[in-house]
């Protein structure tokens, strides 16, 4: 992990380490921007963004779509990772290369070597939608850290403890930051409150979210 007095030449942290195990890249996707984004248009015709229902029988205002070899889905039997789009019965469209280029170079620039995600769930908020707070748990495996990539509109993430009543941090994210946690951060309770209306020049009206995680 760097610290938080690795700056860039204009004296802004580019690794700010949040919590023992969890560090905010500012920018770290921007360099892949185009490739990025090409590929989640790609993603999004071939497997449309949907709101999901929860366990509980509320509809998710965050629309999410995956792609790679799992994805991350939630119905009223409950949350799992599922190798088929329960929409089309079809697999989930590869992982693109760029995805796994940033999210293993991200990693790696946080201290996690050999990064190798299988799934990439991708969240859409547009202005309103917001993701209560929650834990990530539905992975077999808490060892491997997870990689979230921000875009579009900024968002304000709720990053709070390991108990659901600890203090939460507010903590702005803009386009191309990416955030990586693991280690003793893993089962944090973290959110996103609702975004906030806006024009993004490349994204228009919402806020995009990929995360990385290795599920099976
Ligand atoms: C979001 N992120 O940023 C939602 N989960 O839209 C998450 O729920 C999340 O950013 C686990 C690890 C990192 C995250
Ligand atoms: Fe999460």
Not at 11 to 16: L, N, S, V
Not at 89 to 104: G, I, K, N, S
Not at 115 to 135: K, T
Not at 209 to 216: E, M, S, Y
Request: net charge neutral; with cysteine; glycine share 10%.
């Amino acid at each position: 992990m760097r610290d938080l007095f690795d700056t860039d030449d204009i004296g802004q942290p580019q690794h700010a380490e949040l919590a023992p195990g969890a560090a905010l890249l500012h920018g770290h996707a921007l360099p892949l921007e185009d490739a990025i984004l090409a590929a989640l248009c790609e993603i999004a015709e071939a497997a449309p963004f949907r709101h999901m229902v929860t366990p509980g029988g509320f509809t998710m205002s965050v629309a999410m779509t995956n792609c790679g070899a799992a994805g991350w889905v939630t119905d009223r039997t409950g949350y799992r990772y599922d190798p088929r789009d329960p929409d089309s019965e079809r697999p989930w469209p590869c992982m693109p290369d760029a995805f796994l280029t940033l999210a293993r170079g991200a990693a790696a620039a946080a201290g996690y070597a050999d990064f190798a995600p299988h799934a990439c769930l991708i969240n859409r908020y547009q202005p309103g939608a917001r993701l209560s707070l929650h834990q990530d748990r539905n992975e077999r495996d808490f060892a491997a850290p997870i990689v979230s990539v921000s875009l579009g509109l900024p968002g304000v993430f709720q990053f709070g403890g390991l108990k659901r009543n600890d203090p939460v941090r507010r903590i702005a994210l803009h386009h191309g930051d990416v955030v990586v946690w693991g280690g003793p951060s893993r089962l944090r309770y973290h959110g996103i409150l609702p975004l906030q209306d806006g024009a993004h020049p490349r994204l228009g009206r919402m806020r995009v979210n990929l995360t990385f995680r290795k599920a099976l």
